[in-house]
T-cell receptor
Framework: KQEVTQIPAALSVPEGENLVLNCSFT??????LQWFRQDPGKGLTSLLL?????REQTSGRLNASLDKSSGRSTLYIAASQPGDSATYLC????????????????FGQGTILTVHP | SQTIHQWPATLVQPVGSPLSLECTVE??????LYWYRQAAGRGLQLLFY??????ISSEVPQNLSASRPQDRQFILSSKKLLLSDSGFYLC??????????????FGPGTRLTVL
């Protein structure tokens, strides 16, 4: 059974710092990995999608890497801003027991990020 | 562009009452549709997914059911709510092309409180 772990559970940094959020998964047989952002009481916003054949993806100040063999992904946020404060979720798209996939995601518990001015 | 709607946004229901949550997607056809629940301290859990009209798969045994009466409509229901059904319910969609299930997009969610 695929398990996804995110470290740290919470992170508080001053504005302007570069930071790294970590995600690890137990089964390397994944289709892809997706990073999301969730603001309190809101739905999830997709940040980056990394296909299993890719090593990294970039969008603006965000960079996500994927190392399937070690079961790890990192989300790098450059020059953090107070508006980046949110919960960041990592999710892997998995196979079902029959070896196929219906696009199901397995989520980590998230990292609560606070960027203070 | 594609959008996903959920309603109601919030709901407070007594134990034993019925439930109907609705999700609709605009701007795409034949999406895969998903219902997730986010309970405090338990993360996001996939409840149901659907690859087409009338095709529903359940991930976990529970007090809930799902239906897909139209291509872009997904409904989550219960005949009698339990206290444990409280949570934040999220609907999501994705497309499937070239042998890959693509990026998944989420709706704004419904906050359900069962008293």
């Amino acid at each position: 059974k695929q398990e996804v772990t995110q470290i740290p559970a919470a992170l508080s940094v001053p504005e302007g710092e570069n930071l790294v959020l970590n995600c690890s998964f137990t089964d390397s047989a994944i289709y892809n990995l997706q990073w999301f952002r969730q603001d309190p009481g809101k739905g999830l916003t997709s940040l980056l999608l990394i296909q299993s054949s890719q090593r990294e993806q970039t969008s603006g100040r965000l960079n996500a890497s994927l190392d399937k063999s070690s079961g790890r992904s990192t989300l790098y946020i450059a020059a953090s801003q107070p508006g980046d404060s949110a919960t960041y979720l990592c999710a892997v798209k998995v196979f079902n027991a029959g070896g196929t996939s219906y696009g199901k995601l397995t989520f980590g518990q998230g990292t609560i990020l606070t960027v203070h001015p | 562009s594609q959008t996903i709607h959920q309603w109601p946004a919030t709901l407070v229901q007594p134990v034993g009452s019925p439930l109907s949550l609705e999700c609709t997607v605009e701007g795409t056809s034949n999406p895969n549709l998903y219902w997730y629940r986010q309970a405090a301290g338990r993360g996001l859990q996939l409840l149901f997914y659907s690859v087409g009209i009338g095709q529903i798969s359940s991930e976990v045994p529970q007090n809930l059911s799902a239906s897909r009466p139209q291509d872009r409509q997904f409904i989550l229901s219960s005949k009698k709510l339990l206290l444990s059904d409280s949570g934040f319910y999220l609907c999501a969609w994705s497309t499937y092309s070239l042998g890959e299930y693509n990026e998944q997009f989420f709706g704004p969610g419904t906050r359900l409180t069962v008293l």
